[in-house]
């Protein structure tokens, strides 16, 4: 975890953490580094599990946690923000490929309880397990059958009544591209009302294109480039980097010093 990157980025008092705070609400976006996912997730956990205590709160804006790619970071509480968040107006958004990620990365009881925690579900093209469990979830419903016997004399018709998957698992594990499936949650008349669709995407291009010219762009927090015009982040990172460990060692030398001096202390110094 020693790079001047990451020193910078979990230093300094540039914002809070209480992103749905009423008086100074926020939009925090942060990301991962593939090259470094097992370093980074450490620190992204840290924030996550900070940002959680912050946020599911009485009496703070509505707010939602958007989280893409869930398997790369451990987000601890992850199941009980799911259950208790709603209350406090906080939307809780996850998506990653495959349910085995899940299980790999957080272990099959947690998996399983962040499965079954989340109320609304949406999926595309998936195989294997996670279409079937899926396809259990999306429940089955009463399909009428109908069969005709043919021979020469005689032609007879029978019907029959079985319940079948909703949506099977071989038709999820061959969704076309823009095609999902899914389960919605919904509260009417005091009771939950599972709503299953099956849906299609279509994109207006021309739409979309007037939309994006709409687009303002994100206002610059903070510049690196001097008065002459030259970029100084590499340096004024490095600086930081170089700056907090001098204030480490003088931490430790004055520490050292003041147990040094204390007589019910200097026990716990080794005498050379």
Known sequence: MISPQLYWVMTGDDFTLDINNPKEPKILCVGNNP??????????GL???RIVKLINKKGQLKSSVIIDELPTIYFRGLDNLIATARSNKVAVCLGFQDFSQLTRDYGDKESKVIQNTVGNI????????????????????????????????DK????????????????????TQGMFVGSVSDNFDERIEQ??????IVVDNEKVAMETKAYQKIPQILSFVDEQVEDRMKQEIENNYRQIKSD?????????????????LQHLMKQI
């Open 47 to 49: 924030y996550n599990s």
């Open 122 to 153: 949406f999926s595309g093209q998936v195989v294997g397990e996670t279409a079937k469990s899926l396809s259990e979830r999306f429940g089955k419903v009463l399909q009428k059958r109908q069969s005709m016997t043919i021979n020469r004399n």
């Open 35 to 44: 090259d470094r996912q097992n370093i980074y997730s450490a620190a992204l």
């Open 195 to 200: 709503k299953i669709f099956h849906a299609e």
């Open 156 to 175: 007879s018709t029978s019907i029959s009544t079985q319940l079948d998957s909703l949506i099977p698992a071989s038709k999820i594990s061959t969704l």
């Open 248 to 264: 480490i060692l003088h931490i430790v030398e004055s520490e050292m010093e003041r147990i040094k001096n204390d007589p019910d």
